[in-house]
């Protein structure tokens, strides 16, 4: 008995020498208490309701807002978070081959496969080529303002001429996920599900998508080894997310096998802009090559549901909440449509060229996207050791965590007024729109994996905007009040309830 003791003793003496000097060694500023054995993990479970604004005023303690935080022992759930935009540039630009998504990023996010999102090297390589050049085609702009203007027209209009006649409340969140999930499917998969109708209907895939994006969250919370555990058991969040996946999987597969089917009995090569499937099934053809199999075109397709889905719904949601609790900058951007157009009571739907025009509503855009970047925070790995402009010290293998939320809302930043949603901070003296440098503007990322759809976004996000603003004026009620969701992307935990009452032009 007295020699186990002993060696419980011993053992647990020893344990507490290592972690010290662990501590000591990569002690380059723990972010809160960290506990023997558990880490910071307690304190972050205990504010994990509040988890963003709770990092923000974290790191608003730390120096250069830079700090360590530590999971459990032997989790492998530690790692570096910054806030800082000189570390942004370093590490996203200036030694951007140092850092990479790393096996731990693509085992969290399993289910984006080998798609451009969780990939390094070639893989990402080809696959950003590849979407580069789909992306930037003037005919890509061009097939995506058709599909949503059917879409506005078929859709978004009879849905809220019912819904203001009835004088119903909606959940403008749900309307803005339906919308951007039977846009994007019509982009790639060149079919529209109609998930926006005024009966709301439940559809399968798009609430797999949506539970996805959770369960990837809370792989982020949790050390890799309870989830893994979880998953093996088939119980918690890991059970929803094999059964998510599964759905969706169905639902892309089929879709790719009727692609394939329709394309061997059409023999000729249309050349105008058609779906991204049949786009990258046609270079296959072309080349004679099979490049882009079942699972690279599932993968594409996964990650291009996330790039290019809920980040518009995200961003048109908190534009909206935003606009309608600012009724002036809610006046400005009706004068500048009318300044432009002579009336809000647009006949012809405003297309690409149009909304170009639009800069105090590109000032608005921009605002609601520093507050609320729709990717809300992100991470990389060191391959080296390196030092950080902050002084911090990285070791090979690092995690390093960016919190694109608090960026928004530091003051060293974008000033005192930083918490104020301002559109003028975007509009030079001369009625321009300010370029701010992507480190410190980080939603759209920065350096070579910057967003391939930025440009799209503020297309697709102006044109469903102003046709809803001029049409119709959106309330948000008074006790509203806006609670972030647990997703990758930031959402409204409840939705946005408004209501709506036609415009009098
Ligand atoms: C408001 C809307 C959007 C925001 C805020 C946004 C933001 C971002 C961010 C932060 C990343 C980097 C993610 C990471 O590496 O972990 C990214 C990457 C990307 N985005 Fe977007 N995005 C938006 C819309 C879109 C749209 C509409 C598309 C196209 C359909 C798109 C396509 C992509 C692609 C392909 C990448 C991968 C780039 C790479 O890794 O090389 N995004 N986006």
């Not at 289910?111 to 890509?140: E, P």
């Not at 980040?311 to 900058?329: C, E, K, Q, R």
């Not at 729709?374 to 991470?379: A, D, G, T």
């Amino acid at each position: 008995m007295v020699g186990y003791t002993t060696m419980i003793f011993a053992l647990f003496f020893f344990l507490c020498i290592i972690f010290q000097i662990n501590r000591r060694r990569c002690c380059k500023c723990p972010i809160s208490i960290d506990y023997p054995f558990v880490g910071m993990l307690p304190q972050l479970l205990w504010n994990l309701w509040k988890f963003h604004d709770f990092i923000t005023q974290t790191l608003k303690q730390q120096h250069r807002s830079t700090g360590e935080f530590k999971g459990p022992w032997f989790s492998q759930m530690n790692f570096l978070i910054t806030s800082d935009p000189f570390n942004v540039h370093h590490i996203m630009s200036k030694f951007f081959y140092n850092y990479v998504k790393g096996s731990e990023f693509h085992d969290i996010f399993e289910a984006f496969g080998d798609g451009i999102f969780a990939t390094d090297s070639d893989t990402w390589k080809y696959n950003r080529s590849l979407f580069h050049s789909v992306f930037k085609q003037r005919d890509f702009e061009i097939f995506q303002e058709k599909i949503i203007h059917k879409k506005l027209e078929t859709s978004l209009f009879p849905m809220l001429d019912h819904v203001e006649k009835q004088g119903l409340v909606l959940d403008l969140q749900d309307v803005f996920s339906r919308f951007t999930f039977d846009n994007i499917c019509s982009v790639i998969l060149g079919c529209d599900p109609n998930c926006l109708s005024i009966d709301f209907p439940y559809v399968v895939c798009e609430k797999a998508f949506d539970q996805i994006e959770e369960c990837i969250f809370y792989r982020h919370v949790l050390p890799k080894s309870v989830w893994k555990f979880q998953k093996l058991l088939g119980i918690g969040h890991e059970r929803k997310m094999t059964k998510a996946c599964k759905e969706f999987d169905q639902f892309i597969y089929s879709s790719i096998e009727s692609k394939r089917e329709e394309l061997r009995k059409c023999s000729k090569n249309n050349i105008e802009m058609v779906d991204l499937l049949t786009l990258f099934m046609r270079k296959d053809k072309e080349s004679q090559q099979v490049i882009h199999d079942d699972k690279f075109l599932r993968d594409a397709a996964f990650n291009l549901f996330v790039a290019g889905r809920d980040t518009i719904t995200s961003a048109l949601t908190w534009l909206f909440y935003l606009v309608a609790t600012h009724p002036l900058v809610e006046t400005k951007i009706l004068e500048e449509i009318k300044d432009n157009f002579k009336t809000i009571n647009i006949e012809k739907k405003l297309g690409v060229d149009d909304v170009k025009k639009l800069v105090y509503l590109h000032g608005a855009i921009c605002e609601a996207l520093r507050l609320f970047p729709p990717i809300p925070f992100e991470s990389k790995k060191a391959i080296k050791g390196d030092i950080l402009p902050s002084g911090h010290i990285v070791d090979p293998n690092t995690m390093i965590l960016f919190s694109l939320y608090s960026m928004g809302r530091f003051e060293d930043i974008w000033g005192k007024d930083c918490l104020e949603f301002k559109p003028e901070r975007w509009i030079s003296e001369r009625g321009r729109i300010v370029h701010e440098p992507s480190y410190k503007f980080f939603t759209f990322n920065a350096g070579p994996r910057t967003c391939l759809g930025k440009d799209l976004s503020f297309i697709q996000i102006k044109m469903i905007a102003t046709s809803i603003l001029c049409k119709y004026r959106v309330q948000v009620g008074e006790d509203h009040i806006p609670i972030l969701s647990h997703s990758i992307v930031l959402l409204m935990k409840n939705g946005l309830r408004v209501k709506l009452t036609k415009r009098q032009n």
